[in-house]
């Protein structure tokens, strides 16, 4: 079995992966200012909450979009599970030509969730990420990584709202049942779910212009479920994505190695 870690802005994700299997995904907040040695603990402890045993574990892959976390992360797997964690970056083998003007810009998240979009669906393919920014990766006929778009995300878009002006409140994201919001906070809600569900229907557009072709449009992240229902065009939601893309990585850079020790 092994440990597939998607460090991202706000959370992490924890997915134990078993022969390409899923069995358990755990969850915990992000925080910059943690040792490895507090992320040891926290990891063995969520793992053991999921009677998942450290000598279950044969091997670690980890995505990080927070650079400063990434040796932090690294050291507290090693001290909790015995194993070196492989980090997606520079020198990890993914596949991926990156058609970028530079290359290594392009976030660890972005690479793996397009290796697994690669495997799984048919292209051209329009990935988007609803995390703390709203990514979106465009994957030609070709199956190269083209480019994108990023912009703020829900609860961030939440966040500006409620904290830079004097009268809005903070409030809980939900679908309203009208685009025409008859309150504030109703209001609030239409602008935050069906702006975000409009502004990405238009881009899938936009972008498949370009592309000279339809595209088919994978949707993964935090408020995925929340968005999707409302779009207008056909949305797939994969929520595994990235944690799918992460093994497909793990084996095809230990593979070499298994091999050479059989």
């Known amino acids: 079995m092994i440990l597939a870690m998607d460090v991202g802005n706000s959370n992490i994700v924890l997915g134990c992966i078993d022969n390409g299997s899923i069995k358990c995904i755990c969850r915990m907040a992000t925080d910059k200012h943690k040792t490895g040695d507090q992320y ?21 892959i980890i995505s990080c979009v927070v650079p400063s976390l990434t040796d932090s ?60 920014a709203t990514t979106m990766a465009v994957i030609n006929a070709k199956g190269e990584y083209i480019g994108g778009v ?31 919001g008859s309150n504030t906070v109703d209001s609030m809600r239409s602008g935050l779910v069906y ?3 409009s502004m990405l229907d238009g881009m899938a557009s936009r972008m498949e212009e370009e592309l000279g072709q339809p595209a088919t449009v994978v949707m993964t992240g935090g408020v995925s479920s929340l968005i999707a229902p409302v779009c207008k065009r056909e949305v797939i939601v994969d929520e595994n994505l990235i944690l799918e893309g992460l093994y497909l990585l793990y084996q095809r850079n230990t593979s070499d190695r298994r091999h050479h020790h059989e």
């Open 150 to 180: 990023i912009c703020p995300g829900v609860n961030l878009s939440l966040t500006a709202l409620s904290t830079g002006t004097a009268q809005l409140p903070d409030i809980s994201l939900e679908t309203p049942k009208r685009v025409i």
């Open 73 to 132: 992360i690294s050291q507290g797997v090693k001290l909790a599970l015995m194993v070196d964690a492989l980090v997606v970056g520079p020198g990890i083998k993914t596949g991926l030509n990156i058609r970028m003007d530079n290359p290594t810009q392009v976030g660890a998240d972005l690479v793996v969730e397009s290796v697994g979009c690669i495997h799984k669906y048919q292209l051209p393919v329009i990935i988007i990420d609803l995390g703390t």
């Open 195 to 197: 702006g975000m569900a």
């Open 40 to 60: 040891g603990y926290e990891i063995k402890n969520l793992l053991s909450m999921h009677s998942v045993h450290p000598d279950d574990i044969d091997g670690c």
